[in-house]
């Protein structure tokens, strides 16, 4: 069968932008994979060092490699075009800084295929100087046992890691499932993560740390304390989403509301002072929105947190002066 033909376990996805320094780690993690019937995708956004010569030669020696090189456009482009290659069954994505475990793709793989999986997930690495430290988001969620989001909607919370599991990639398409292409937009995965949670219907979540995430590396673009309003519409990307089913919509839009306050406060907490004023202002207007809707929800909220959203309704500049930092 052509290589083009063929219908891998899983497609793998490589974002590429200026990481020569790491990359061959990366690929050295993704070759040795213990599953061995895999797609490697390497998409470089128009790295301006070495990543590209660094994909060639990994490729000449392995033809599961297959390089999309295009212009630089952004990590959410280069994420479509990663799915529009994709031909797996499931869907991993590795980013070109971090590295997998030997036995990862294989361990998702076989849970999600004995249990006919949408979406499975696991725990991680940091991985700082080169020592890990195991991280477990999902402490407190149930381990090895399917579940349907809208039983668990607590897990929706977690950060969008979306290195740490697979996804069907029947899933993404019939459900229309892609990255938020803003040009130079960041937190483009937080859309997608969301999107995920809210379309698939049996969820695994695995114990175990298999990939490991470098926080070690200072061009890392979640660094950047710029784009203000970014991660805002991200999450108006996810509601769109959910608008385009109204069962959805009702069963997950209160739950969009509580997780916004935490995004919005780190967002908050982060920029500049002479932005917060603004952000804030935008930060209202979508609260009172969600009320005048009925979806902002006091169950999804604490306390303290339910007498901030009602000061930020009632007047956003009087809790800018109130609050430097959340």
Known sequence: MNALERTPKVSILVPVYNVEKFLPQCLDSLVSQTLKDIQIICINDGSTDGSLAVLQRYAAQDDRIEIIDKPNSGYGASMNRGLDAARGEYVGITESDDFASRN??????????????????????????GSDAEMEPFAGFPYKKVFDPADCKDVIKVLPIIWTGLYRRQMLLDEGIRFNETPGASFQDTSFVHRVWFAARRVAILRGCYLHYRVDNANSSVKSASKVLEVCGEYAWTEAFLRENPARFAEFAP???????????????????????????????????????????????????WELVQELVEDAGAFCDNHAEL
């Open 104 to 129: 990862m793709f294989a361990k998702l793989y076989r849970y999600a295929k004995r249990h006919d999986c949408d979406l499975v997930k696991s725990n991680y690495y940091e991985h700082c100087a």
């Open 255 to 305: 739950l969009l509301q509580g997780m916004k306050l935490d995004t919005y406060r780190w967002n908050y907490n982060r920029i500049a002072d002479d932005c917060r004023r603004g952000f804030a202002e935008k930060w209202s207007d979508e609260l009172r929105a969600a009320r005048d809707e009925g979806v902002l929800d006091r169950d999804y909220f604490s306390e303290g947190d």
